[in-house]
């Protein structure tokens, strides 16, 4: 378990912060804001979870957690026989998610039109932690084209958007409650 004695260290000062593997990288870097941004992600789902219960709050417990686990996995780049083996996220994380995501997307009411974030407030929650989660996406398959990023944490990052997607319906009575797109409705 981590234990954090100290909040500041005074080491970032400067416009640097150390990796995992103690190299030193700018905090504007990209990997810096892909890390920052599953870090948003992860402040969102907080966010939906004070309107969550159940199951549903489960499955987000587990997913915070994970977001935790693909922070460290960014966090230590990929190398070739490191001392010590850094946390990745592994491929039975994303089948998790998959089996849920099927679970839940078998209840749900047929899609008629696009849905527009709203409904519940944790549905509202939801919708917004799944565009912080494509921007995670974004940024760490632009990094993967510089620099080795594991591939089960790319699969995650991917999946979890969906499962958001699925589960914000789900919290929306299934879909009955859910705020539709109608197209050119205001012209």
């Not at 996995?73 to 990929?78: G, S, V």
């Not at 990052?157 to 009575?173: E, G, K, Y």
Request: aromatic residues 4%; contains cysteine.
């Amino acid at each position: 378990m981590v234990q954090l004695t100290r909040i500041y260290t005074r080491g970032g000062d400067k416009g640097q912060t150390s990796l995992g593997d103690g190299t030193r990288v700018p905090k504007h870097s990209l990997r810096m804001d892909a890390i920052g941004t599953v870090d948003e992600a992860n402040g969102v789902l907080g966010l939906a979870r004070l309107h969550a219960q159940g199951e549903a709050d489960a499955m987000l417990e587990r997913i915070q957690n994970d977001l935790f686990d693909l922070g460290a996995d960014l966090c230590t780049p990929e190398r070739e026989n490191p001392e010590y083996p850094p946390l990745r996220i592994v491929d039975a994380q994303v089948e998790r998610l998959e089996q849920e995501i099927d679970r839940l997307n078998a209840e749900l009411s047929p899609l008629k039109s696009f849905v527009l974030p709203g409904g519940s407030p944790a549905a509202a929650y939801l919708h917004l932690g799944r565009t912080v989660a494509r921007r995670a996406e974004r940024l760490m398959t632009e990094l993967a084209t510089a620099e080795a990023v594991n591939e089960a944490a790319l699969r995650y990052v991917n999946r979890l958007s969906d499962h958001l997607f699925v589960l914000a319906r789900w919290l929306n009575d299934k879909g009955a409650a859910d705020v539709l797109w109608k197209p050119g409705a205001n012209r």
